[in-house]
């Protein structure tokens, strides 16, 4: 029997994905969307156990970016970047995944991440320096997460400020076709070129600190090995790596948490009335509204998910956001509670969970103590989610009245 469709790339879906994902749990929980050509997850169980499954792999760059960018077939551009995301951390699986996600470690254990929180700390301030203390309008998403999102990175790899701008232009164009592809040539060829042009950047930034090491995370990475020339090629492609996942993500899940507050008045009161809420609050923000809403693994072998044959070389997403929102891990799913605990899959679990996490969470933590300072948040005007994709999803601008 032929799988009813299931629009999960249509406008209607990133506006508000979870009626369509709640449909999917119910009538199709493994269902195959002939346009990508790819299998998608929507059930708690089937998500956890195929991000563990080792017959699911993460050495998926080619049929991955040929799937999203069809314009691009049997060019040149599409094989360089094919060859650099190959090596990626998230296209990698043992032994090699194992050894190059060793020593991503070194940049993020608890104490290198606390180290940080003074500068997440100090970008917040700035972003809030334009909104006067009587209160004034803020663009959530410009002029507050973006920034905060943007310089965090800039600190953790110690980028200077006069590259900051094509640090940023070229992150987005590859984002931009990283979740949802490109069908058109334009977009496409823009990140293949951005690829290049923030490959050479990064390079170039892990050449001086291996000169000059100083106390930001690409010494860390770095380590005692900084005289062996694989290791400072790894750590290049590995940050590329960094700025790929922890950019737009950062950007978007303050957004998408700002909002789920804007929309639950109530639960904004209880933060705001209720000492020490602020930590599951960030968990269960997490859950409901994550700004990333799946993963995707390729099928090494033929396969059996939930009585659907998949066969070996298709792509598989296990849709994070739908397993965070199954009643069957989570009771009464569609309410937000922010005292509710337990972990989302939001970060994903498995040898490939995010390590960005403890960070992310970091961020979200200092941007909500820095918005809450004002007693009454209030949403101006409208929003909507263009330019979202299944990597990232976020409001495309959010503005809010900030007042005391
Ligand atoms: C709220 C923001 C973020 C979200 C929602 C998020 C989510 C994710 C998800 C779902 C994965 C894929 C896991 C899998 O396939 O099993 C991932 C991987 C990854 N993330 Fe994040 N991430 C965020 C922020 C960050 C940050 C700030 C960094 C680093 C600066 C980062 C670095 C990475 C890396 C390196 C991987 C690849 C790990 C591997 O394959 O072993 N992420 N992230």
């Known amino acids: ?35 990508l050509g790819a299998w998608f997850l929507a059930r708690h169980d089937h998500c956890t156990a195929a991000v563990r499954d080792r017959r699911l792999v993460n050495a ?5 970016l040929s799937t999203l960018m069809p314009a691009l077939h049997g060019t040149d551009e599409l094989a360089a970047m094919i060859g650099q995301w190959s090596r990626l951390l998230w296209f990698l699986d043992p032994p090699r995944h194992t050894r190059s996600r060793g020593l991503v470690m070194r940049g993020f254990s608890a104490a290198a991440i606390e180290r940080v929180r003074d500068e997440v700390r100090a970008s917040v301030e700035d972003a809030l320096a334009s909104v006067p203390g009587g209160g004034g309008e803020l663009d959530v998403v410009w002029q507050f997460a973006d920034p905060i999102a943007l310089e965090v990175l800039c600190a953790i790899f ?9 640090f940023r232009r070229w992150t987005t164009d590859i984002m931009q076709v990283a979740g949802a592809g490109a069908t058109d040539e334009d977009p496409a060829l823009r990140a293949t070129d951005s690829s290049v042009k923030l490959f050479g950047l990064l390079a170039a930034l892990v ?13 860390r990475f770095l380590g005692d090995d900084r005289d062996d020339p694989a290791v400072l090629e790894e750590v290049t492609i590995q940050c590329f790596q960094m700025v790929g996942a922890g950019y737009v993500t950062s950007r978007n899940q303050i957004a998408c948490a700002v909002l789920a507050l804007l929309e639950h008045p109530d639960e904004l009161a209880r933060l705001r009335a209720t000492p020490g809420l602020l930590g599951p609050a960030i968990e269960e923000l997490l859950r409901f ?29 296990p849709i994070l956001a739908s397993a965070n929102r199954d009643p069957a891990a989570y009771p009464d799913p569609d309410r937000l509670d922010l005292a509710r605990g337990g972990r989302p899959m939001t970060f994903s679990i498995g040898p490939h969970y995010c390590p960005g996490g403890p960070l992310a969470r970091l961020e979200l933590e200092e941007a909500l103590q820095g918005l809450l300072r004002f007693p009454s948040w209030q949403l101006v005007g409208g929003f909507d989610y263009r330019g979202a994709s299944l ?14």
């Open 158 to 166: 110690g980028l200077p400020g006069e590259l900051r701008a094509d």
């Open 1 to 35: 029997m032929a799988s009813p469709e299931y629009p999960l790339l249509s406008k209607n879906f990133f506006a508000d994905p979870y009626p369509l994902l709640r449909r999917l749990r119910d009538e199709c929980p493994v269902y195959y969307h002939a346009p």
């Open 391 to 404: 990597q990232d999803r976020g409001p495309s601008q959010l503005r809010v009245r900030l007042g005391v």
């Open 289 to 317: 509204a994550p700004s990333v809403l799946t993963t995707n693994r390729l099928a090494a072998e033929d396969l059996e998910i939930g009585g659907q044959q998949i066969r070996q070389g298709e792509l598989v997403f």
């Open 60 to 64: 998926r760059a080619r049929q991955l």
């Open 207 to 219: 050449e001086e600190r291996r000169a000059r090491p100083g106390d930001d995370m690409i010494s």
